[in-house]
């Protein structure tokens, strides 16, 4: 057998299997790097009130329109990139973070500590997740940071839940046996051994769980309960544009087209990553 | 001249990546037993299945002439293969329980052979299923008709099985390892079934890897090696009197009492890789010249003949091994290992009842018994991975069950385990080195070219090149897992090595390299066993003492060759007569 070199099989092997895993990485690839330098895409400031020019559709010099204080939306979906997603990747980080070291702990101390923690777990399962984070909120106060934290609890069930459920059949397998007859401590065992085998199926949840923390917060903002108001956050300025939807629909057209448009792309390319994951397992 | 019920001339089975099957013929009579032997990936299987049409949708199947009693097998369609599969043609394979249809009666699966392939009225198909079910020795078959697959034990599945296979009255039986997960004692009762099927004029196409199982019901015996039938012959000749060098290689590795002390393996030979059209065991022979790469003789199809250019005849000599210095068994020595009336129960169902037992350094202790003996559960009290509801194990004069698994911990390094898989006790993510690197870290090796050059050592020591190191162990073979669990396991350097099943999950001629190996560390490190088995073979072979458990106990113990000779509990006579030997006239 001889490999095939010709020009089409060379291009049919970097093609990409599906289009639309191409435009969802091009997709994100613009929202990193606008979240990165926001300078790149507009010489505008978010925060530069222009009256004269406020509530204009979109047009040539101002692509997205203006506001009802002649800010020029484009700048402010751009500048709002950073500020709504740090909220979704904090708060997801967060509950990445919590979640597996409460499903490892649920599946590693024993039954007793195994059916606390779990029951606890049921109680916020039992809770819509956007009630959870506004039942913290409420008890926390609003801010960047606590709404990070109401999100990552409201995240936090599902992850535990997940991982303490890996944790399980790593801790029954032969090498988690080889490694008790070695005399591993119990500790190393857990972070060398079970954590890591564990981990698998939880990133790939946690990619698709992004879009989830990136609409939470921005639902959340839209509320009141994360940045404040003159900030160019996603949340916010679709709370603002709110009142003047009859009028000027594109208040609220291109910041939801950005929390769309994000939180698609991450769900495509997270369930490609969840395919080519299984796949490989199952193998 | 008679024809011949199965006539295969010339099959050759190839898959896109591979040649499976090549140049392979052989005849069949009505009321003979032919054995098609061979290791894994040897082509027997496949064999077998390209008879019946299922060799695969990527399977380009190949013959001079395929002919089951005149009908030519190469030109029927699915609608014809479906009249012949299931009707005139048997098949029995190994796993029953994958097999049998979950969802249906065992009753239901053998009425659905009979509705297909017969005329029975169907007010008579209960009457003609609890028949069948009586001959295929099933007891109680009005209720046995009744049970669904995962009721009924491994035996009685295998039994079901055979009767829908024979439920229309098959010409031909292929049986594909009928018997290879089965107990000894089930597996008597399964053989005697195919020999009566093949005293009242079927024939029977035997595929199975174990020579000793062959030897009992085969009339002729095809052994297979790389796809290709090496040596074919009379069961008795090919047994007795092999000429063909693989077969000789896999006779001695069968492990069997005139062997003890012996190795059972050849010394390792790593020859130039043959041309496709040479000689496939051409790499692995010592014999093997430049004629052997390049080609491969003929066999005629119904001769005894081996396919070789360098035969070889007379007595097969094994190498004796080499012998431990001092003996370290002694009479006046305190045991190492002592189990006193351990009893456990898993929900009120005794695994484990009153057991006792007692392992001198450096002694090998065999433990044999069927599945559901205990014998698992035995082991990992003994291990410290389930605490006994009663009694007590001690470990070198100390307690060792009794302790709480803090304080046991720093001890645990002197008793070691091998179990039947390795590979699944390897961490997936870990390459070999890691592997190694974890158990050395833990028996206080320090980090760095000390611990490096250790890890080079064992696997010298278990015959590995250091150059497994960066792969991981799901990339390597059975042999070589098993290898470097053992490697793991004297990382630590052990006092017990606890081997549960170590090589059942191996090929033969594997299978007597693993033996060898471990006989031959135990030797030289003075290591004491408990070794595992339901292979009665494998445990007379390494082991000093040997206890035989049943339901949870032990019934018998005694020395080896002593306890071989005169068993006196009944049980253990009755495993012994089951056991099918190769009964080599020497």
């Given at each position: 057998?001889?490999?095939?070199?010709?020009?089409?099989?060379?291009w049919?092997?970097w093609?990409?299997?599906?289009?639309?895993?191409?435009?969802?990485?091009?997709?994100?690839?613009?929202?990193?790097?606008?979240?990165?330098?926001?300078?790149?895409?507009?010489?505008?400031?978010?925060?530069?009130?222009?009256?004269?020019?406020?509530?204009?559709?979109?047009?040539?010099?101002?692509?997205?329109?203006?506001?009802?204080?002649?800010?020029d939306?484009?700048?402010?979906?751009?500048?709002?990139?950073?500020?709504?997603?740090?909220?979704?990747l904090?708060?997801?980080?967060?509950?990445?973070?919590?979640?597996?070291?409460?499903g490892l702990?649920a599946?590693?101390?024993?039954?007793?500590?195994?059916v606390?923690?779990?029951?606890?777990l049921?109680?916020l399962?039992?809770?819509?997740?956007?009630?959870?984070?506004?039942?913290?909120?409420?008890?926390?106060g609003s801010?960047?940071?606590?709404?990070m934290?109401?999100?990552?609890?409201?995240?936090?069930?599902?992850?535990?839940?997940?991982?303490?459920?890996?944790?399980?059949?790593?801790?029954?397998?032969?090498?988690?046996?080889?490694?008790?007859?070695?005399?591993q401590?119990?500790?190393?065992?857990?972070?060398?051994?079970?954590?890591?085998?564990?981990?698998?199926?939880?990133l790939?949840?946690?990619?698709?769980?992004?879009?989830?923390?990136?609409?939470?917060?921005?639902?959340?903002?839209?509320?009141?309960?994360g940045?404040?108001?003159?900030?160019?956050?996603?949340?916010?300025?679709?709370?603002?544009?709110?009142?003047y939807l009859?009028?000027?629909?594109?208040?609220?057209?291109?910041?939801?087209?950005?929390?769309?448009?994000?939180?698609?792309?991450?769900?495509?390319?997270?369930r490609?990553?969840?395919?080519?994951?299984?796949?490989?397992?199952?193998? | 001249?008679?024809?011949?019920?199965?006539?295969?001339e010339?099959?050759?089975?190839?898959?896109?990546?591979?040649?499976?099957?090549?140049?392979?013929?052989?005849?069949l009579?009505?009321?003979?037993?032919?054995?098609?032997?061979?290791?894994?990936?040897?082509?027997?299987?496949v064999?077998?299945?390209?008879?019946v049409?299922?060799?695969?949708?990527?399977?380009?199947?190949?013959?001079?002439?395929?002919?089951?009693?005149?009908?030519?097998?190469?030109?029927l369609?699915?609608?014809?293969w479906?009249?012949?599969?299931?009707?005139?043609?048997?098949?029995?394979?190994?796993?029953?329980?994958v097999?049998?249809?979950?969802?249906r009666?065992?009753?239901a699966?053998?009425?659905?052979?009979?509705?297909?392939?017969?005329?029975?009225?169907?007010d008579?198909v209960?009457?003609?299923?609890?028949?069948?079910?009586?001959?295929?020795?099933?007891?109680?078959p009005?209720?046995?008709?009744?049970?669904?697959?995962?009721?009924?034990?491994?035996?009685?599945?295998?039994?079901?099985?055979?009767?829908?296979?024979?439920a229309?009255?098959?010409?031909?039986?292929?049986?594909?390892?009928?018997?290879t997960?089965?107990?000894?004692?089930?597996?008597?009762?399964?053989?005697?079934?195919?020999?009566?099927?093949?005293?009242?004029?079927?024939?029977?196409?035997?595929?199975?890897?174990?020579?000793?199982?062959?030897?009992?019901?085969?009339?002729?015996i095809?052994?297979?090696?790389?796809?290709?039938?090496?040596?074919?012959?009379?069961?008795?000749q090919?047994?007795?009197?092999?000429r063909?060098?693989?077969?000789?290689a896999?006779?001695?590795?069968v492990?069997?009492?005139?062997?003890?002390?012996?190795?059972?393996?050849?010394?390792?030979?790593?020859?130039?890789?043959?041309?496709p059209?040479?000689?496939?065991?051409?790499?692995?022979?010592?014999?093997?010249?430049?004629?052997?790469?390049?080609?491969?003789?003929?066999?005629?199809?119904?001769?005894?003949?081996?396919?070789?250019?360098?035969?070889?005849s007379?007595?097969?000599?094994?190498?004796?091994?080499?012998?431990?210095?001092?003996?370290?068994?002694?009479?006046?020595?305190?045991?190492?290992?002592?189990?006193r009336?351990?009893?456990?129960?898993?929900?009120?169902?005794?695994?484990v009842?009153?057991v006792?037992?007692?392992?001198?350094?450096?002694?090998?202790?065999?433990?044999?018994?069927e599945?559901?003996?205990?014998?698992?559960?035995?082991?990992?009290?003994?291990?410290?991975?389930?605490?006994?509801?009663?009694?007590?194990?001690?470990?070198?004069?100390?307690?060792?069950?009794?302790?709480?698994e803090?304080?046991?911990?720093?001890?645990?390094?002197?008793?070691?385990?091998?179990?039947?898989?390795?590979?699944?006790?390897?961490?997936?993510?870990?390459?070999?080195?890691?592997?190694?690197?974890e158990?050395l870290?833990?028996?206080?090796?320090?980090?760095?070219?000390?611990?490096?050059?250790?890890?080079?050592?064992?696997?010298?020591?278990?015959?590995?090149?250091?150059?497994?190191l960066?792969?991981?162990?799901s990339s390597?073979?059975?042999?070589?897992?098993?290898?470097?669990?053992?490697?793991?396991?004297l990382?630590?350097?052990?006092?017990?090595?606890?081997c549960?099943?170590?090589?059942?999950?191996?090929?033969?001629?594997?299978?007597?390299?693993?033996?060898?190996?471990?006989?031959?560390?135990?030797?030289?490190?003075?290591?004491?066993l408990?070794?595992?088995?339901?292979d009665?073979?494998?445990?007379?072979?390494?082991?000093?003492?040997?206890?035989?458990?049943?339901?949870?106990?032990?019934?018998?113990?005694?020395e080896?060759?002593?306890l071989?000779?005169?068993?006196?509990?009944?049980?253990?006579?009755?495993?012994?007569?089951?056991?099918p030997?190769?009964?080599?006239?020497?």
């Amino acid at each position: 057998m001889t490999t095939p070199t010709l020009p089409e099989a060379r291009w049919k092997a970097w093609r990409p299997a599906r289009p639309a895993l191409l435009a969802a990485w091009t997709v994100i690839a613009l929202i990193v790097l606008a979240a990165a330098f926001p300078g790149l895409f507009t010489g505008r400031d978010p925060l530069e009130l222009e009256p004269a020019v406020a509530m204009r559709g979109p047009s040539p010099e101002h692509w997205f329109g203006t506001d009802q204080l002649g800010r020029d939306l484009f700048t402010r979906v751009v500048y709002g990139t950073r500020p709504s997603l740090l909220v979704g990747l904090g708060a997801l980080t967060l509950a990445l973070a919590a979640g597996a070291l409460y499903g490892l702990a649920a599946a590693l101390l024993g039954r007793f500590a195994d059916v606390a923690l779990m029951r606890l777990l049921d109680v916020l399962l039992a809770l819509p997740q956007l009630l959870v984070a506004l039942l913290a909120l409420t008890v926390l106060g609003s801010g960047q940071v606590n709404l990070m934290i109401a999100i990552a609890l409201s995240l936090l069930p599902a992850y535990a839940r997940l991982v303490r459920a890996e944790a399980l059949v790593v801790r029954r397998s032969g090498y988690l046996e080889s490694a008790v007859l070695l005399g591993q401590h119990p500790l190393v065992q857990a972070f060398r051994h079970v954590l890591p085998n564990a981990l698998g199926p939880l990133l790939v949840l946690g990619t698709v769980g992004f879009g989830m923390a990136v609409i939470a917060a921005s639902g959340l903002s839209f509320l009141g309960f994360g940045a404040e108001p003159p900030s160019p956050e996603w949340g916010v300025m679709l709370s603002e544009g709110r009142d003047y939807l009859q009028t000027a629909w594109w208040l609220g057209v291109f910041p939801g087209a950005a929390i769309t448009l994000t939180v698609v792309a991450v769900s495509v390319a997270g369930r490609s990553a969840q395919a080519r994951f299984t796949r490989r397992t199952t193998l | 001249m008679n024809e011949p019920l199965l006539n295969v001339e010339g099959l050759s089975v190839r898959f896109p990546e591979t040649r499976a099957v090549r140049d392979v013929s052989f005849t069949l009579d009505r009321g003979e037993c032919l054995a098609v032997v061979g290791e894994s990936g040897s082509g027997k299987s496949v064999t077998a299945r390209s008879l019946v049409g299922l060799a695969g949708d990527r399977a380009e199947v190949t013959a001079r002439r395929l002919e089951f009693a005149g009908l030519d097998l190469a030109s029927l369609d699915e609608k014809a293969w479906r009249r012949v599969r299931g009707g005139r043609i048997g098949l029995v394979l190994q796993d029953a329980l994958v097999s049998l249809d979950p969802l249906r009666t065992a009753g239901a699966e053998i009425a659905e052979a009979l509705r297909t392939h017969t005329k029975v009225p169907r007010d008579q198909v209960g009457e003609r299923v609890r028949e069948l079910l009586v001959r295929a020795g099933v007891p109680e078959p009005e209720v046995r008709a009744g049970q669904y697959p995962h009721q009924l034990s491994g035996g009685l599945r295998q039994r079901a099985l055979i009767a829908s296979a024979i439920a229309a009255g098959p010409e031909l039986v292929i049986a594909d390892e009928p018997t290879t997960a089965l107990d000894v004692t089930v597996q008597a009762q399964i053989l005697a079934l195919i020999e009566e099927l093949k005293k009242d004029g079927t024939a029977v196409l035997l595929i199975s890897h174990d020579l000793a199982v062959v030897s009992r019901l085969a009339d002729r015996i095809a052994v297979m090696y790389g796809g290709t039938v090496v040596e074919h012959g009379p069961a008795r000749q090919v047994l007795d009197d092999p000429r063909h060098p693989y077969t000789r290689a896999l006779i001695a590795a069968v492990p069997e009492p005139s062997g003890r002390g012996s190795l059972l393996s050849l010394p390792a030979h790593e020859g130039k890789e043959p041309d496709p059209d040479g000689c496939p065991y051409a790499a692995r022979c010592v014999l093997a010249d430049d004629r052997c790469r390049t080609s491969l003789p003929a066999l005629a199809p119904r001769e005894a003949g081996t396919r070789c250019w360098h035969p070889v005849s007379g007595p097969i000599t094994r190498e004796r091994r080499p012998q431990a210095e001092a003996s370290p068994v002694r009479d006046g020595d305190t045991p190492l290992l002592e189990v006193r009336e351990v009893s456990k129960s898993y929900r009120g169902r005794p695994a484990v009842s009153g057991v006792s037992l007692s392992l001198l350094p450096g002694e090998s202790l065999g433990i044999v018994g069927e599945s559901g003996s205990g014998k698992t559960t035995l082991a990992r009290i003994v291990l410290g991975l389930v605490s006994p509801d009663e009694g007590s194990v001690s470990f070198a004069g100390v307690p060792w069950s009794a302790l709480p698994e803090r304080r046991r911990r720093p001890l645990r390094h002197r008793v070691q385990a091998i179990v039947q898989d390795p590979l699944g006790s390897f961490d997936p993510r870990h390459p070999v080195s890691r592997v190694l690197d974890e158990a050395l870290a833990l028996t206080g090796h320090e980090r760095g070219p000390r611990r490096r050059a250790r890890a080079a050592e064992l696997l010298a020591l278990v015959g590995l090149s250091p150059a497994v190191l960066p792969r991981s162990p799901s990339s390597l073979s059975g042999g070589q897992r098993q290898r470097i669990a053992i490697a793991r396991a004297l990382a630590s350097e052990p006092e017990l090595l606890v081997c549960d099943e170590p090589v059942s999950a191996l090929d033969v001629s594997v299978q007597a390299q693993i033996l060898d190996l471990l006989t031959g560390l135990r030797a030289r490190l003075g290591l004491a066993l408990l070794f595992i088995s339901h292979d009665l073979g494998v445990v007379h072979h390494v082991s000093d003492r040997v206890a035989v458990m049943k339901d949870g106990r032990v019934v018998e113990t005694g020395e080896v060759t002593a306890l071989f000779q005169s068993p006196s509990h009944p049980y253990t006579k009755e495993l012994f007569a089951s056991l099918p030997a190769l009964h080599r006239v020497s």
